[in-house]
């Protein structure tokens, strides 16, 4: 287009040069020069193009605006304006998370950070140009989403099942959200209910052909496919588990703006938590640091107060790997004093490893750098610009030099905090057992709140030890560790009584283990920190979709009908509809308990009568009932060998076996296989 229109200008100045020269000298003299021309009419097209896009910037903002408006107005007619006014302004009053200043851009969620398929292509950009091409070429065919996009191949997310209210809590005045199920999800709920139960394994698979993004199947065929080590299949599932939600999300629900609270007590709610647990997981074995860290950071801000899964255990290693280490101590800066993070060991030793890496990294300008007409100042914001990609720091040596012993001064007060880090880091790294002291190797009180202590460290121990293999790490330890040797062998008064201070509190300060770490040691699945939790939590019977239920629970599942009891069951199914029915069906206890009643009612419709024909055509009939019933003893071995793999996983987390086994009420075993306590004990079932 440039090209053609400078050709037409070419042609009219050539015109009017010719016919000036022909009209006379007058005119002639006006157009003699074909470069100004050129340059005014440039100029004019330049303004007139300038004008015509200001306009449609106009345009565009005066219909973006237009389009607000009417969606307030919606949202007013439909939620009233009133309810809407009181609960941003309590929000804004007695959300602990408003706050001023630096600590307010922590409970900030970075949108484009929580989708880990964007950051894999952000890292491998030119080794994935094809798929970057083919993605973007579909994106305004897509619908926007936060977690994860639907794929190919995936069932029609049409008739869910699942919907989200918006509530006002009337405890905190906060505005918060509410999963929702309808009746049919509803009858679907309870067959899955049926099914696990009954230990049925292919009634529970069979649910995602009736229901395919039933969200309490997906997790528990997901934790099965975990157990089997088909991580791939797992992940598939849990992805499939966030889109059937995020499908059902509130217009008002914006992950982004760090103010969407839901409650763990409604058991709609749990299976959310639990699959952006599970997600986080799956993205932090694939390497995606930043969208662990901002995914953590939103399952933390759901629920602030109480943290049902304990998401704060996990935020820190997050932001170390992700190098986000300003973050993390705007983090400690906002909750540190209200919540005692320094005496949590993960906060203790990660914000000691964060002021070291970043004093390694960072890059150090030093004064003598200004002397050839520049000065520090400028020095530092060309390195900025230089290493703006990198994302590290630039420091003077003075600022260094602080900031390493500031690092130094925490790992110390981390290491007589807990002394056992080091023995239990020397199982993955042998150059810790090197430092030989009796003040490192603290035996195990039995004490409850030592016992505690221990699980957290440990908890961290497995979680970090990547971070702490470094080279240059160890040898940071060992030098800390060797100056509190000495120290302690000098007999140093202020150290010795920092040393039996942090061993009295040790010994006070975790009685009990909260239930939000409880459950997220379980879903951790670690197994050496599992083996530390009390007994009455490990002696549970624990289930994947709901892992240890909150006192306050608000579960419309929780009724009579759901107990496993047999006469309930059959009173469940008369409740249930079709689909409890059906899958009750499949369950091979139900099939054999059914074989029972029908042979007490031969027997007492059978008349007494003496001669061997009477007992013959008796014995002939319970034979076919018993031929039919053993078919279905297939089905059943398979899934007592499936239940079995997990019952001996569950003896193992254990310290003692024989204890955990007699441990087990022969009545609750009894209710456990199905048969009832009161039953004759003739050997057939």
């Not at 070419?10 to 015109?15: L, M, N, P, T």
């Not at 002021?355 to 890059?363: G, I, L, N, P, Y």
């Not at 040790?506 to 379980?522: A, C």
């Not at 047999?566 to 079709?578: F, K, L, M």
């Amino acid at each position: 287009k440039k090209k053609k229109k400078r050709k037409k200008n070419k042609k009219k100045a050539r015109v009017t040069n010719t016919t000036g020269e022909n009209l006379g000298d007058e005119s002639g003299e006006e157009y003699d020069d074909v470069s100004e021309v050129h340059e005014k009419k440039k100029e004019d097209d330049e303004e007139e193009q300038a004008l015509r896009l200001q306009e449609e910037m106009k345009r565009k903002k005066e219909k973006e605006l237009a389009e607000l408006d009417d969606l307030i107005e919606n949202v007013k007619a439909k939620f009233g304006e009133e309810d809407n006014a009181q609960v941003t302004t309590s929000s804004q009053s007695n959300d602990p998370l408003q706050m001023t200043g630096t600590a307010s851009n922590v409970f900030l969620i970075n949108k484009q950070n929580l989708d880990a398929e964007k950051e894999l292509e952000r890292k491998f950009r030119q080794t994935h140009r094809a798929q970057v091409s083919a993605r973007r070429k579909n994106e305004k065919r897509r619908k926007k989403t936060y977690f994860v996009e639907r794929k190919q191949g995936w069932p029609p997310l049409a008739k869910v099942g699942v919907s989200m209210l918006c509530e006002r809590d009337e405890e905190t005045q906060t505005q918060v959200f509410r999963l929702k199920h309808s009746s049919s999800y509803q009858e679907i709920q309870r067959a899955f209910f049926t099914a696990l139960r009954g230990m049925n394994i292919q009634a529970v698979a069979q649910l995602l052909v009736v229901c395919p993004y039933h969200l309490d199947t997906l997790l528990q065929m997901a934790e099965m496919y975990t157990m089997h080590d088909n991580s791939a299949e797992a992940s598939e599932l849990v992805l499939r588990c966030l889109c059937a939600i995020e499908n059902a999300f509130h217009p008002l629900f914006n992950p982004s703006t760090g103010n969407c609270r839901m409650s763990y007590k409604y058991y709609e709610n749990r299976a959310f938590f639990l699959s952006l647990f599970r997600h986080v997981q799956f993205v932090a074995n694939r390497g995606c640091w930043g969208a662990a860290l901002e995914l953590s950071k939103f399952l933390l801000l759901l629920d602030p107060v109480n943290d049902p899964l304990c998401a704060l255990l996990l935020v820190d290693y997050f932001a170390l790997r992700d190098r986000n280490y300003v973050y993390l101590r705007e983090l400690f800066a906002a909750w540190g004093s209200a919540r005692k993070l320094k005496w949590l060991p993960c906060f203790a030793f990660s914000l000691a490893m964060c002021d070291f890496m970043e004093s390694v990294e960072a890059d150090v300008v030093d004064e003598d750098d200004g002397e050839d007409d520049e000065d520090v100042e400028d020095v530092k914001r060309k390195k900025k610009h230089r290493q703006k990609a990198k994302g590290t720091r630039v420091l003077t040596v003075e600022e260094r030099d602080e900031m390493r012993r500031r690092a130094d001064y925490g790992l110390e007060e981390a290491l007589l905090r807990f002394p056992e880090f080091l023995p239990l880091m020397g199982k993955h790294v042998d150059q810790y057992l090197s430092i030989n002291h009796k003040f490192f190797q603290t035996e195990l009180t039995p004490t409850s709140s030592e016992r505690n202590v221990r699980m957290l460290l440990t908890l961290f121990v497995e979680r970090n030890n990547t971070l702490w293999k470094v080279p240059g790490v160890v040898d940071w330890v060992k030098s800390i560790a060797g100056d509190i040797v000495q120290r302690l062998k000098a007999n140093d008064e202020e150290l010795d009584m920092k040393t039996t201070c942090f061993k009295e509190w040790r010994k006070t300060q975790f009685p009990k283990v909260p239930l939000n770490v409880q459950r997220h040691v379980l879903i951790s699945n670690i197994q050496s920190a599992v083996s530390l939790l009390p007994r009455s939590v490990t002696s549970k019977t624990l289930h994947t979709h709901d892992p240890l239920p909150p006192p306050n629970s608000v579960n419309i599942y929780d009724q009579p009908a759901q107990r496993s009891s047999s006469s309930t069951n059959e009173a469940a199914g008369e409740q249930g509809g079709a689909m409890w029915q059906f899958f009750q069906t499949l369950n091979p206890m139900q099939q054999i308990r059914e074989f029972q009643q029908q042979r007490q009612a031969l027997e007492e419709q059978q008349p007494q009568q003496d001669g061997g024909d009477a007992q013959q055509q008796q014995q002939q009939q319970n034979d076919e009932m018993q031929r039919q019933a053993n078919v279905n003893w297939g089905t059943l071995l398979s899934s007592l060998r499936t239940s079995f793999d997990q019952l001996t996983s569950h003896i193992s987390s254990t310290s003692n076996a024989e204890e955990f086994l007699a441990g087990v009420d022969d009545d609750e075993f009894n209710q456990f296989v199905g048969v009832d306590s009161d039953s004759d004990g003739d050997g057939s079932v």
